[in-house]
């Protein structure tokens, strides 16, 4: 459908208000929500999700481009609601205790959003038991954990032997990112999947809740 490319184009283009007026458009075609979903907003997010993954656009086109995609998903939540669709998996997403760091974690947020995930972002500063909690609350498929400094890398340790503690390691798969992380660590600290990017964070997560 033509309008679901447009949808798509504006949405790599970064109009937001386009994008709110051409979802509402395909609505009123009659298009079902679920096709709007995939085939406009989310192929559009895909799309942007690659060119960053190969440094072909840089962290405020990957915003704008996010901030646009919310704008047809205002539109589409109730419609999505009563049609019964559901995201792929939910994300539980924060930074761990001690790092207030949220670029990275807010751009993988958006990227998983983006992949048809339904994330819960935590936000910064967040102790273990908070995540425990989540992970009891909303239990979702994912626990992502963010950690940016040297000095908070062993607080994913922390968070994954509390999740293991309370006896919900077997029901979720955790993944840990930033910048001082790197796959050898996430291995040694018994984390199921590292990526060095918010665009293979969003691909992993969205294998995870597939699986």
């Not at 999505?80 to 205790?97: A, F, Q, R």
């Not at 983006?114 to 994912?142: H, R, W």
């Not at 999947?193 to 992993?204: I, K, N, Q, R, V």
Request: hydrophobic share 45%; aromatic share 4%.
């Amino acid at each position: 459908m033509e309008v679901l490319q447009t949808i798509s184009e504006v949405l790599q283009k970064g109009n937001a208000k386009l994008v709110g007026e051409k979802t509402q458009e395909a609505l009123d075609q009659g298009l079902a929500p679920a096709e709007i979903l995939n085939d406009g907003l989310l192929a559009g997010m895909s799309v942007i999700g690659k060119k960053f993954k190969n440094n072909e656009v840089y962290v405020p086109e990957v915003l704008i481009a996010a901030r646009a995609m919310h704008a047809g998903l205002n539109v589409l939540q109730p419609k999505l609601v009563e049609s019964g669709t559901k995201p792929v998996g939910i994300v539980v997403l924060g930074t761990v205790k001690g790092d207030v760091h949220d670029i990275g974690k807010n751009l993988v947020g958006m990227m998983m959003v983006g992949a048809g995930l339904e994330v819960i972002d935590v936000g910064i500063d967040v102790s273990k038991e908070k995540f425990v909690e989540a992970v009891q609350t909303y239990k979702p498929k994912i626990l992502a954990l963010s950690a940016l400094l040297t000095t908070t890398m062993p607080e994913l340790k922390t968070v994954i032997d509390a999740v293991a503690e309370a006896g919900l390691r077997d029901q979720v798969k955790i993944m840990v990112g930033g910048a001082p992380v790197n796959a050898e660590f996430a291995k040694e600290i018994g984390a199921d999947g590292y990526t060095p990017d918010a665009g293979s964070a969003a691909e992993l997560a969205k294998q995870f809740a597939l699986a």
